[in-house]
């Protein structure tokens, strides 16, 4: 039998951050949250998303053990915007248990019908920058600090219980070019023209914190270039310095792009950032005590990269400024003996953004997923 309890107090919320850990102990693939980040979720102190969203989270047990976990979330200002009545599925994980996930399931479609909705989907998270998509292929492939590892029977499951596919995001595996490769020098060659014609520049750093006078129109600039993107909702004022304050120190300033117009207004920006993932795997996702030397060394020494996100402000999206960003940040990564870089999950029909990739040699290599299910 299982039962299923509500997560209520700190010792709830510890087991719930520290059962995936146990679940796929020995996974090589899987990359282990940052836990002082998942601890921050549970509060409207630490979590400014709950302006916004209200969430449950549950534990499954089966004979007196932790089966599986999942999260619930009404995202309130997305269901006034598209005029839906939906619920997100969030850190969702079990046991290949039907029964266990069964239980999940109902526990979120039970809150759902209790409130007045009518659909559940997911997994997603409170904003779009959230881990989102179950893997559904790519399971022998290292996952990264800002995407989702399951194991292969989790699609199994939502299935069997009557979810089918929403949306599908899909992601790349990017060589990166070597040294005295044409095509990037032919690309540096031209951005001095294309951008003096458009009366914009580059705005480079050295360090992280000489970005802060454009770091603070980055959101501004997300929230008007993916509006129309799924699940996409404007983050508020609060959601986005929390942001950058957690994501702020991990990037380097090699790969993270600015481009500004005359009056240094952020019109497009590329971020990528070291692949973290091992240090996070040799830390356990831990900061402390030795968890923060790890992550220091992946960030001065990067052997991969993970690209974060491209925006350029819809006035230049078809002069070619994002075809600069990426070509800016793959003469970083040559410089700096990089081989490999990781795309961020990308809309499976995000045609436009696909397109970046067919100067690169490159494998597609993951596929996630986001389920539906029309709720009686």
Known sequence: MVEIKDVLNKGDIKKFVNFPNKLYKGVENFVPELKSEEYSMYSPETNFSFEYCDARFFLAYKDGKIAGRIGAIVNKTGNEMWNEKKIRITRIDFIDDLEVSCALFDAVEGWAKELGLNEAHGPLGFTDLD?????????????????????????????????????????????????GDKRVERVSRIAERVMERLNVRFYNIKK??????????????????????????????????????????????????????????????????PSLAQAFKKSKGQLFPFGWAHLLYSVNHPKELELFLVAVHPEYQKSGLAALLLNDITASAMRRGIQFAESSPELEDNKSVQDFWKNYDVEQHKRRRCYHKKLS
């Not at 998509?133 to 996952?143: P, S």
């Not at 959101?219 to 799924?230: A, G, P, R």
């Open 131 to 179: 881990k989102e998509g179950l893997l559904i292929e790519g399971f022998d492939r290292m996952g990264t600090t800002v995407t989702i590892y399951n194991y292969p029977y989790y699609p199994k499951h939502f299935e069997a219980h009557g979810y089918e596919k929403d949306t599908d995001w899909v992601e790349y595996r990017i060589r990166v070019p070597e040294k």
């Open 208 to 273: 992280m914190k000489e970005a802060a006078p454009i770091v603070v129109q980055l959101f501004d600039l997300l929230s008007e270039c993916y509006k129309d993107l799924y699940g996409v909702v404007p983050y508020t004022e609060k959601v986005a310095k929390d942001y950058l304050r957690r994501f702020t120190p991990l990037l380097n300033p090699d790969f993270a792009k600015f481009i500004v117009d005359q009056n240094d207004k952020l019109v497009g920006f590329g971020l990528a950032a």
